[in-house]
């Protein structure tokens, strides 16, 4: 059961080092061109992602029960303009006429606005944010393992690294047993 939380965690980190990876190029690159990214199904909705200026939109258009779309079939869909355009700008709230609460922190939008026969849901995030985020795991990961490669060393106390060549029985440190090998 321990092995499979490690492998678990290594994947997790493994994921989590590659998102920031990706959100770090789509900081980069929205500086020179606006990119969108989607994914439309059949008379259901959209989910979209598009990046701009150093900011991501997350977009999720649902179709209600009953309503038609022009989403007529499954498909991907890649779109990009230059020069970039600034995301919240084009966000006009007053075309979706957002009748639920617009959650604005300073970098961050989160609307929910139900439009003809659809519901939009769209987050506004900066890249920079989603690339800090997701890098806290691989370096949590990377400081636990130099620690437990510090500890590991000959010499020194298991518990908490301390240097031991001037003890014998116990840490001064950490007050630990000394097991000489």
């Not at 779109?79 to 300073?106: C, G, K």
Request: charged share 20%; proline share 6%.
């Amino acid at each position: 059961m321990k092995r499979l939380l490690r492998i678990i965690a290594r994947v997790f980190t493994a994921l989590s080092l590659l998102i920031s990876l990706c959100a770090l190029i789509f900081w980069i690159r929205g500086y020179h061109r606006y990119e969108s990214f989607g994914w439309a199904k059949n008379n259901q909705g959209s989910i979209t992602l598009a990046s701009s200026l150093g900011r991501l939109e997350f977009i999720i258009y649902r179709v209600l029960p009953g309503q038609q779309s022009d989403f007529t079939h499954h498909k991907k869909f890649y779109h990009f303009e230059t020069p970039p355009t600034d995301l919240e700008a084009n966000l006009n709230l007053s075309t979706l006429s957002v009748t639920r609460p617009t959650i604005r922190i300073p970098g961050f939008t989160l609307v929910n606005a139900p439009g003809m026969g659809t519901e939009n849901f769209i987050i506004l995030v900066p890249t920079w944010g989603v690339a800090a985020i997701a890098a806290l795991p691989p370096a949590l990961w990377g400081w636990h393992r130099l620690r437990r490669r510090h500890r590991a060393r000959p010499g020194f106390c298991a518990t908490c690294g301390y240097d031991l060549r001037a003890t014998r029985d116990r840490c001064p440190e950490c007050g630990s047993a000394v097991t000489h090998d």
